[in-house]
């Protein structure tokens, strides 16, 4: 079981989302590259462009969106073909939803996010590779609070170890909020006024938590996860 998991300061009306990515075969899903996008705006559609490569096995694009405004996003699109969304949950006027799109257009193509009317919008985009092109998506954990609160837990159960990959967005309001960093995989954290966003990742073996880590962990490549102590 991977859990994601933060220590809050000044935040309320925060939601977050853990979603496992299910493995295609017999290798463990990972990240197909180092590349991460983001963009923002207050606008009823934000466009970003995120680059696919070719040649990754069994590639699945994952979008994160956080906004304001108590609008949910009417779609995402990559390439002009619509992502699936897996989970969006909402706390007062803050919303955020993960979206997926197994075997993506290769190149460099638009991400669309768009609403029905204008609201701040925060994303980002991220490839990861030997993902199930069929159901990429596991059942996700969620966690919301409209009040202020210290800390925050949400698990997700992983079928086998060391296979399947914690996919995780956090978004929160605050204007002096912090996330206590402690030790996790975090590709992209970014604000727009009191709107706060970040998207994490972590193999089922490890705790992710929020924000952006102080020391990072090692890549998934470098050697097998400890085991339980």
């Given at each position: 079981?991977?859990?994601?998991?933060?220590?809050l300061?000044?935040?309320s009306?925060?939601s977050?989302?853990?979603v496992?990515l299910?493995?295609?075969?017999?290798?463990?899903v990972?990240?197909?590259?180092?590349?991460?996008a983001s963009g923002?705006?207050?606008?009823?559609s934000?466009?970003?462009?995120?680059?696919?490569?070719?040649s990754?096995?069994?590639p699945?694009?994952?979008?994160?969106?956080?906004n304001?405004?108590?609008?949910?996003?009417?779609?995402v699109?990559?390439?002009?073909?619509?992502?699936?969304?897996?989970?969006?949950?909402?706390?007062?006027?803050?919303?955020?939803?993960?979206?997926v799109?197994?075997?993506?257009?290769?190149g460099?193509?638009?991400v669309?996010?768009s609403?029905?009317?204008?609201?701040?919008?925060?994303?980002?985009?991220?490839?990861?590779?030997?993902?199930d092109?069929?159901?990429?998506?596991?059942?996700?954990?969620?966690?919301t609070?409209g009040?202020?609160?210290s800390?925050?837990?949400?698990?997700?159960?992983?079928?086998?170890?060391?296979?399947?990959?914690?996919?995780?967005?956090?978004?929160?309001?605050?204007?002096?909020g912090?996330?206590?960093?402690i030790?996790?995989?975090?590709?992209?954290?970014?604000?727009s006024?009191p709107?706060d966003?970040?998207?994490v990742?972590?193999?089922q073996?490890?705790?992710?938590t929020f924000?952006?880590?102080a020391?990072?962990r090692?890549p998934q490549?470098q050697g097998?996860?400890?085991g339980?102590s």
């Open positions: 079981m991977a859990t994601m998991a933060g220590n300061t000044g935040y009306n925060f977050a989302i853990g496992a299910k493995m295609a075969g017999s290798s463990p990972a990240r197909a590259n180092s590349t991460y923002s705006i207050e606008a009823a934000l466009t970003y462009s995120y680059n696919v490569a070719s990754i096995s069994d699945c694009l994952v979008v994160l969106v956080a304001s405004g108590g609008v949910n996003p009417t779609g699109t990559y390439a002009g073909v619509a992502m699936t969304l897996v989970e969006q949950v909402s706390v007062g006027t803050y919303r955020c939803s993960t979206w799109k197994p075997t993506p257009t290769v460099a193509n638009n669309v996010v609403f029905a009317g204008a609201t701040g919008i925060l994303s980002g985009a991220g490839l990861f590779k030997n993902v092109q069929t159901a990429p998506a596991r059942t996700p954990a969620i966690k609070n009040t202020t609160e800390s925050y837990t949400l698990s997700e159960i992983i079928a086998t170890l060391n296979e399947d990959l914690l996919v995780g967005v956090f978004t929160g309001n605050s204007n002096t912090t996330r206590t960093p030790t996790q995989t975090n590709r992209i954290s970014i604000s006024g709107l966003m970040d998207f990742f972590a193999d073996a490890v705790n992710a924000p952006i880590p020391t990072p090692p490549d097998p996860p400890a339980p």
